[in-house]
């Protein structure tokens, strides 16, 4: 699996492994809410291309509750729209408010083209074992990735041991990755990795300690 991201929130297309037939395919929007009576959705974006994403005749693998009367099928784009500021979907076979109201917070993934290149974007086993680095100090490695319809995580296992601190994959936060020299680069606010720094500090401390 991996992720890709282009602006602060870094909820962008993101790249899901194995989802449908270990095809990457690409997380672009999810259904937040029914729009008026004819079936539309509003959508939260996931991509900067939603022209290019939501044309008419577009299929969607969704992602939905296994409880969901949707899990397992796809949905195709009739017509994509910008309503007072609003991007809006409008899908096959979904006519009415009701039907709409169905697919409230179903994510959309899309197939990625063989020959599509996205910027910004990494599979998850290119960021897993990078070295997280912090004020140019290795704090830790990325062991997972999480993924939420919000937004991704870095589940970051400490060089000093005890528990996961997850980190917010936003450029805000984690503004390089560097797969080719093994790293990334952390700008955390106060407080996240603080125990981290303070549990690093004690053993240089004791380490100096020790060698006096």
Do not use: C
């Not at 980190?167 to 984690?174: G, S």
Request: hydrophobic share 40%; no cysteine.
């Amino acid at each position: 699996m991996g992720v890709e991201y282009a602006s602060m929130s870094r909820t962008t297309d993101v790249v899901a492994k194995d989802r449908n037939q270990g095809k990457n395919q690409l997380r672009v929007g999810r259904l937040v809410k029914a729009h008026g009576l004819k079936g539309a959705l509003k959508l939260e974006l996931y991509t900067d291309n939603p022209e290019r994403r939501f044309v008419p005749g577009a299929e969607f693998t969704l992602q939905v509750p296994e409880a969901s009367p949707w899990h397992g099928k796809t949905v195709v784009v009739r017509e994509y729209r910008v309503m007072n500021g609003n991007p809006v979907v409008f899908l096959k076979d979904v006519d009415d408010r009701e039907g709409a109201e169905s697919l409230v917070r179903a994510i959309l993934w899309i197939d990625q083209d063989d020959e599509e290149v996205e910027e910004n974007a990494w599979f998850d086993h290119q960021l897993v074992g990078l070295d997280v680095v912090r004020d140019d100090v290795v704090v830790g490695k990325v062991a997972r990735i999480e993924h939420f319809p919000a937004q991704d995580l870095l589940i970051v296992k400490p060089a000093s041991g005890g528990d996961d601190v997850m980190v917010p994959f936003v450029e805000a936060i984690v503004p390089l990755v560097d797969v080719k020299a093994g790293r990334v680069i952390v700008t955390p606010p106060p407080g996240l990795f603080e125990d981290l720094s303070e549990a690093t500090d004690a053993d240089e401390s004791s380490d100096s300690d020790a060698s006096a």
